[in-house]
């Protein structure tokens, strides 16, 4: 995985931000899936991945958590 992989994914959930539900689930397997490579090992540039996936929480759309 790389920064434009991410990228990909943060564009995904700003296309999906109408939807406040399906935006926030994108997000959320964002999250997990750029943890998961840096975490084994498979990002090309952890510190500017986890940079860019943290930028996702600009998006403006509704987030709810129980």
Known sequence: MNV???QGLV???ARNK???EH??????EMYRSVLAAIADG????PAG???LALSAGDIEFARWRA
């Open 49 to 51: 991945m986890a940079r």
């Open 4 to 6: 434009k992989d991410v």
């Open 18 to 20: 109408a939807d406040d």
């Open 23 to 28: 935006a926030h689930g994108l997000e959320d």
């Open 42 to 45: 498979a990002a090309e540039d």
């Open 11 to 13: 564009d995904e959930v």
